[in-house]
């Protein structure tokens, strides 16, 4: 069983209504957020191309936390499979197109 797969088995045995204020909390008020903060920093270094790659590789890496976010939101009965899914696809789509960009930054740098 790979790590995160212990970790997010532990936490759902253990969520305390604490935990699950808390986790809320850090979902709303940074996770979600920080895609679109390096995608903008990104966007504003892009005459660097090695600089825009690497705020791309930021978002990227701060959307698959989000979606180990969704994972114990789920895990803990916080959100049901149906947003659940949706939400993990959109960010799939959401890393993809950042990727896509990574790959072509020839197209956006100047």
Request: one cysteine or more.
């Amino acid at each position: 069983m790979p790590t995160w797969a212990v970790a997010r088995t532990l936490k759902r045995r253990n969520c305390t209504n604490d935990q699950k204020v808390s986790i809320q909390g850090h979902m709303k008020s940074v996770v979600c957020d920080s895609p679109c903060s390096n995608l903008a920093e990104a966007w504003r270094k892009r005459k660097y191309p090695a600089v825009f790659c690497n705020k791309l590789t930021d978002a990227m890496q701060e959307a698959s936390e989000t979606q180990s976010w969704l994972e114990f939101c789920h895990a803990c009965q916080y959100i049901d499979e149906t947003l659940f899914t949706a939400m993990d696809k959109e960010y799939e789509a959401v890393i993809g197109m950042l990727s896509r960009m990574e790959q072509q930054a020839d197209k956006f740098c100047y």
